[in-house]
């Protein structure tokens, strides 16, 4: 497993897609968990994180069924956890979660990409 973080709007689509240009990319919103565990490449994994959570679904197995099933995606994510907290209960559930499950991805990862103003350095790596 790899990973690719950054802030909004620092371009790590744009450097994921550029870095592994063999990999068939998937937009997070679009995808159940079968289909998440079968993916080569996830944009937008937050935004998996949140129809999850709109839908009420059960986040606890996430990381442990990707770990098993898929242990060599790519996962591109938004940093979600900077700045104001929000004021609405869900956007807070929502914030949290995207960090707690980031970082036990990342703690699993092999490497670990933060993207700022295009230009990514590696974090992790090993």
Known sequence: MEMVIGGAFQGKETYAKMTYPEVEWKEAKDLDEDGLCRAQGVLGFQEYI?????????????VLRLKKENPDVILVSEEVGYGIVPIDA?????????????????????????????IGTVIKNG
Do not use: M, P, Q, W
């Open 90 to 118: 869900f956007e807070r559930k929502y914030r949290e979660a995207v960090g707690r499950i980031c970082t036990e991805l990342a703690g699993y990862s092999k490497r670990v990409i933060r993207v700022v103003c295009g």
């Open 50 to 62: 949140r129809k999850i959570l709109k839908e009420e679904k059960d986040l606890e197995n996430l």
